[in-house]
């Protein structure tokens, strides 16, 4: 009679493009806490540097020396 090898539960590791890993390398990249809060940070830093950009660009917008300076392009760009 045969008998069939042990199984053992093995976890697979996996890479964010979903590409298989060695155990060794997925337990030396730990996934820790750490990560998510870099990223929850980056995204913090990213949004409030792109809202005030924005708020500025709005701010100029209607400033009187804003809307001459592009009236002078304006022209300088129509002259060529």
């Known amino acids: 009679m045969r008998t ?3 199984i053992r539960s093995t976890t697979m590791a996996f890479d964010p493009f979903g590409e ?3 155990q060794g390398v997925a337990d030396a990249c730990p996934t820790a806490a750490g990560d998510r809060t870099a990223r929850r940070v980056g995204g913090a830093v990213f949004w409030t540097l792109a809202l ?4 500025g660009r709005i701010y100029a917008y209607d400033m009187p020396a804003v ?7 304006a022209q300088a760009v129509a002259l060529r």
């Open 52 to 55: 005030t950009i924005l708020a």
């Open 20 to 22: 298989p890993v060695a």
């Open 67 to 73: 809307q001459s300076v592009v009236a002078y392009a």
């Open 4 to 6: 069939t090898p042990d």
